[in-house]
């Protein structure tokens, strides 16, 4: 049998094997707390689930949906005008997605050609170099660095570089270095992109993960984005329904209806129940969110104050369900790092270079398990005398 050049893009991922390693330990009998994958535990609210169940219940509902229902679209843009306070078309400004996941890999299908430039963070969500590596481009890495609280520094981009950029994706607040961009980012981000003529992604998954009394925004809710780009919202994290493959891509109208098109081609929508469930989530009542937001919020204390009490100082992250933390000193690797924390303590985290070269040195944490058992990851971590490594 003979494949296409394109699967030599992808290697089997450092999480096939941290699982490998995960299910050996529970074969013989091993606890294992994982931290990795970033799946929520929490479980969707009540009257979402219900409007679900109704709707699945509902024969006529088993019809290809072709597209996105007007209801649907009108219920997103009251969502946006009453979240963000961005007004935008429901008619020609709104694309669901099956997933954010999805979306990124057939947007980028619309906007690339073989050899054109993108540029993506480093580190990032793997899928954002993925994406458009599909669809033929070639990768910049904007480098997300500690001393620039992981922010974007458009005056280290060289200026052919930008000239012949196509696409830009970005994403705060950001997975996984947690952090979140200033204002100013933003209006700097809008006039790179004018300047340079840069189609702009933002990724917005975690606008509602933001703690401590402080709110997410849109990228969109800043003058001038809806000329330059567009934003994809996923109710994957905010209302916990990741496995129901819901997102939006929203913003400007010329982007969003190549990507319509596409889709129009090989997609037959998103499945109606799924639809209802959608507008039920974000037109319904919203103490969810609030609900969803504090657990993680408890997670993260938990956690980052058990480890600071055992020797593994760790900033509290500002948003997002995950910690990025510096590996303990006496480790040459956050793969090493990761490898033995499993083997001795019973806890898998992500190593930092799964989502790029200047993730080296740092591990994600997920906050993807109770409170109760995050302090016994703390424990084990404890027990195990790992972070006495180089004393
Ligand atoms: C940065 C980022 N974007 C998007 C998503 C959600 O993707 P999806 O909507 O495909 O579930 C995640 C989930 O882990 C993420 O971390």
């Known amino acids: ?14 999480f096939t094997k941290l699982n490998e390693m995960k299910l050996k330990k529970l074969e013989q009998g091993e606890n294992v707390i994982d931290l990795s994958i970033g799946t929520p535990n929490v479980p969707p609210a009540e009257h979402i689930m219900d409007a679900l169940s109704y709707a699945v219940a509902d024969r006529t509902n088993y019809v290809y949906a072709i597209k996105d229902q007007s209801k649907l679209t009108y219920a997103v843009s009251k969502w946006y005008e009453e979240r963000y306070q961005v007004h935008i078309d429901p008619d020609k400004q709104v694309c669901s997605l099956h997933g954010s996941q999805e979306g990124f890999a057939n947007l980028a299908m619309t906007i690339v050609d073989e050899g ?43 200026e052919d570089v930008a000239k012949k950029a196509k696409l830009m994706i970005v994403s705060y607040p950001n997975n996984p270095t947690t952090a979140i961009a200033p204002d100013s980012f ?31 925004k849109s990228f969109l809710s800043f003058e001038g984005a809806m000329e330059v780009g567009v934003e994809f919202n996923s109710l994957s994290k905010t209302y916990a329904l990741a496995g129901a493959r819901i997102g939006f891509c929203i913003g400007n109208e010329q982007i969003i209806t190549n990507l319509k098109k596409l889709k129009s081609n090989f997609d037959y929508g998103m499945f109606l129940p799924l639809q209802e469930a959608a507008m039920k989530a974000i037109l319904g ?107």
Request: proline content about 5%; hydrophobic content about 40%.
């Open 186 to 216: 933003y209006t700097d981000l809008i006039a790179f992109a004018k300047k340079y003529d840069i189609i702009v992604l933002h990724d917005n998954a975690y606008s509602e993960l933001v703690f401590d009394g402080k709110k997410g």
């Open 285 to 391: 009542d919203q103490t969810c969110v609030k609900t969803t937001r504090l657990s993680y919020e408890k997670r993260r204390d938990a956690l980052c104050d058990g480890l600071s009490s055992i020797g593994w100082k760790i900033n509290k992250p500002d948003a997002t369900m995950f910690v990025w933390a510096s590996i303990p000193s006496g480790f040459h690797s956050s793969e090493e790092f990761v490898f033995e924390l499993l083997d001795k303590a019973g806890v898998l985290m992500t190593p930092g270079s799964a989502f790029g070269a200047h993730g080296e040195g740092y591990v994600r944490i997920a906050l993807v398990q109770d409170k109760e058992v995050i302090e016994q990851a703390v424990e084990q971590i404890k027990k195990s005398r790992i972070l006495l490594k180089n004393s």
């Open 116 to 158: 054109d430039l993108v540029l993506v963070p480093d580190p990032c969500y793997p899928v954002f170099a993925d994406g458009p590596l599909l669809a033929g481009a070639t990768l910049y890495y904007m480098p997300l660095k500690k001393e620039n609280n992981y922010v974007i520094q458009f005056q280290d981009i060289p």
């Open 1 to 14: 049998m003979k494949f296409s050049k394109r699967m030599n893009l992808f290697q089997e991922s450092v």
